[in-house]
Every structure is written in structure tokens, then in C-alpha cells.
């Protein structure tokens, strides 16, 4: 069964740093693609960054470039977010998820969710 | 970006009785070069993640009920329920991946 356990969240103030982690099991980590989603209190889902674990290369929403960092570690078959530069907005629950892949130009979907974890920014 | 818009914004339903989601987006999800639709639909229930319930507009994935479907094409989406479980309370929202960002819909609640 594909499980993705979640640490990691908690109040911080703003322009502060946090590191997210996602354990993962159930499958082979190091030949997947994961994710990361966030969902503000009381509103939709937004899509964060992606990262194929086989060759490292990542994607970011524009709102999180330069802020936000995905990464993995295959020892330890776990996806990582270290997140900078905090600020109100970004308190949300955020969701590591596994991505599939559709069609041969492999269009990202989450296939599995962790159970969200919660980052509170506030002073 | 591509922007997708769900109606009704909630949806009071009773069970036994069918209910239907539409989702309608700001460009067609029709990837020209393989013809397939890059629509997928996914329910939170209360206090839980999102699950995936369609890919690709109406392929239902591994284990969701049949009761559950998908039509639709180019810009114009709809998720059908033929008959309202209680269990299937929750938020669902529609979502593309036709291009980056990965953006979704605003999401509907539905309510018995």
C-alpha cells in the first residue's frame, strides 16, 4: 500500500524558514515523481512544485520560486519542502502527494495524498 | 494560466438521488498531439486529503464506485453522481494538467 506520512509543521513567524517532510512507502521512491499542494484555510487548492526523483529536475508555481525548494532523499525515501522567507499567505496545510503520469508527454496528476500538515506565519 | 470555474458552488443533495458538478475551463484540455483530455476530478472529505476520483475526464481510478462518472469535452466538464451516498459528502474539485501551472477549479460542497 502506498503511504505518504507527513512531519514537520507549526507556527512560524514571519520571514522565518521550515522544512516539510513527506516518508514515503509502498513504492519505488527513487523512480517516482511527487509533489507538493497547499490549501489555505477555507480555500481551494493550489499547486506548489514537482519533482522527478529519478534525475532531480523540478517545477514551481510562480508564486513559490525562489522561496520554496523541493527534494528528496533516496536513502531515505523521503520528499522534502524547505520553505523561506514566510509570510502570512503562505499559512495553509500543505499536502505532499505522489504523481501519476498521463500520456506520453507524462502530464502531472496526484494519484496519492499525504494527510496535510499545518503552517501557521504569524508574529 | 487556465482557469477553471465549478458550479454550483454547493450542492444539498439526497441520497438515492442523482447529482451532477460542472466544471468549465478557460482554454480546451484537448492535448492536440494525443487527443486525450487532461481533466481529473478529486473529493476532500471532512478533515481528510483529496482523493482522486477521474483521470483523463472520465476514467474512474482504482477502486471508486461506479456510481461515479465523467463526461464532457473541451472546455465544458461535468462529474455525475446517479445515486447520493452519504458517505460522498465533501468538496469536489475539478483540476487540469494540461499545461503548468497545475491550477483547480474553486470547488463545490456537497451536502445531505
Known amino acids: 500500500e502506498v503511504q505518504l506520512v507527513q512531519s514537520g509543521g507549526g507556527l512560524v513567524q514571519p520571514g522565518g524558514s521550515l522544512r516539510l517532510s513527506c516518508a514515503t512507502s509502498g513504492f519505488i521512491f527513487s523512480n517516482s515523481d511527487m509533489g507538493w499542494v497547499r490549501q489555505a484555510p477555507g480555500k481551494g487548492l493550489e499547486w506548489l512544485s514537482s519533482l522527478s526523483v529519478s534525475d532531480d529536475s523540478t517545477l514551481y508555481a510562480d508564486s513559490v520560486k525562489g522561496r520554496f525548494t523541493i527534494s528528496g532523499d533516496n536513502s531515505k525515501n523521503t520528499l522534502y519542502l524547505h520553505i523561506s522567507g514566510l509570510r502570512p499567505e503562505d499559512t495553509a496545510v500543505y499536502f505532499c502527494?505522489?504523481?501519476?503520469?498521463?500520456?506520453?508527454?507524462?502530464?502531472?496528476?496526484?494519484?496519492?495524498w499525504g494527510q496535510g500538515t499545518l503552517v501557521t506565519v504569524s508574529s | 494560466e487556465i482557469v477553471l470555474t465549478q458550479t454550483p458552488h454547493s450542492l444539498s443533495v439526497t441520497p438515492g438521488q442523482p447529482a451532477s458538478i460542472s466544471c468549465k475551463t478557460s482554454q480546451s484540455l484537448v492535448f492536440p498531439a494525443d487527443g486525450q483530455t487532461y481533466l481529473y476530478w478529486y473529493l476532500q472529505k471532512p478533515g481528510q486529503p483529496p482523493k482522486l476520483l477521474l483521470y483523463e475526464a472520465f476514467h474512474r481510478f482504482s477502486g471508486v464506485p461506479d456510481r461515479f462518472s465523467g463526461s464532457g469535452s473541451g472546455t465544458a466538464f461535468t462529474l455525475k453522481i446517479s445515486r447520493v451516498e452519504a458517505e460522498d459528502v465533501g468538496i469536489y474539485f475539478c483540476?487540469?494538467?494540461?499545461?503548468?501551472?497545475?491550477?483547480f477549479g474553486g470547488g463545490t460542497k456537497v451536502e445531505i
Open positions: 483540476m487540469q494538467s494540461l499545461q503548468l501551472p497545475l491550477t
Open positions: 502527494t505522489k504523481l501519476g503520469c498521463g500520456g506520453a508527454n507524462c502530464h502531472y496528476y496526484f494519484d496519492v
